[in-house]
């Protein structure tokens, strides 16, 4: 699901309406008592570290208890590994949120800087089992103050996973009626699907798709074809989805190096024709 393999993707064709987000349903199973608090108290915990430290980073307002002072991204999610026992997508899921939080911490705002956050769980049950992991729908509610603006308050729902006492998986908990829980990953209804798309399409560098896919808006082949060095210098190369900056149709899809480094950005519109929309990183 998270990893970009070549000849292992569904091929789909470019245009056409685009179905719902293709929904993988999870096993049933239990979890022992007092087996699930211990990792929801590490996902709000790895939350908390993330905004205050790479989002607020005023100490006299939010200070962080595990990132040390002036540590690096990758410094910062090895800190959390460290204190939280992460697997390596929940390590994907820290490094990517570290850098849109550093890249939104650093873009002009009318509201300006964000002077506060803070997480309340406002519900958490275990919900099924995907492999080895157990998962649990885990409902934060988000409030971020700025130095002006209104106050933003909303409440989105994780799916986060363990195994063997490691939080192990970090995505958005997808519900389509009847239909609930994870990404299935495959096809352009899907916001990794697509996004895998794009990566095939690159190191195919076939270029007129990728426009196509784009709706226009990554036209520059010189830019694509970095992109496609970068990919092919990268290893395999790993998706992850950031629920908490879906906005409306929209979807938020980091790709990051078999090092756990980011390299490329994606904004999936799930809306009409997909359209996937690559930014570089560095």
């Known amino acids: 699901m998270a990893l970009f393999a070549a000849g292992a993707l569904v ?52 200070d962080p208890t595990i990132i040390s002072q002036d540590a ?23 490094a990517a949120t570290a850098f849109e939080l550093s890249r939104l911490a650093g873009a002009t705002s009318t509201a300006g800087d964000a002077t506060g956050v803070t997480f ?21 509610r988000q409030r971020t103050t700025y130095e002006s603006g209104p106050i933003i308050e909303e409440s989105v729902t994780y799916a986060v996973g363990w195994h063997d006492g490691s939080l192990s998986l970090v995505e958005p908990y997808l519900q389509d009626g009847a239909h609930r829980g ?17 990566l095939q399409l690159t190191g195919d560098g076939d270029w007129a798709a990728i426009r196509t896919l784009s709706n226009g808006a990554n036209a520059y082949e010189t830019d694509l074809a970095v992109f496609q060095s970068v990919l092919e210098a990268s290893g395999p190369a ?39 929309v690559y930014f570089p990183t560095a």
Do not use: H, K, W
Request: glycine share 8%.
């Open 72 to 94: 690096s991204v990758a410094v910062a999610v090895q800190e959390l590994d460290d204190a939280l026992s992460l697997d390596s997508q929940a390590r994907d899921f820290a």
């Open 238 to 276: 790993t998706l992850v989805q950031l629920p908490q900056f879906a906005s409306g149709s929209t979807r938020l899809v980091y790709v990051l190096n078999s090092a756990g480094l980011v390299i490329g950005r994606f904004e999936v519109s799930l809306a009409g024709d997909t359209t996937v």
């Open 182 to 198: 994870l990404d299935s990953g495959v096809g352009l209804g899907s916001a990794i699907g697509a996004a895998e798309r794009f």
């Open 11 to 62: 091929l789909l064709v470019l245009t056409g309406c685009s179905p719902s987000s293709p929904i993988v349903e999870l096993d049933a199973t239990t979890a022992p008592p007092g087996e699930m608090d211990p990792q929801v108290d590490n996902f709000v915990t790895l939350m908390a570290e993330l905004y205050a430290y790479f989002l607020v980073r005023d100490p006299d307002v939010e």
């Open 120 to 140: 309340d769980l406002r519900d958490a049950g275990v919900v099924g089992r995907y492999g080895a992991r157990t998962i649990a729908a885990v409902t934060l």
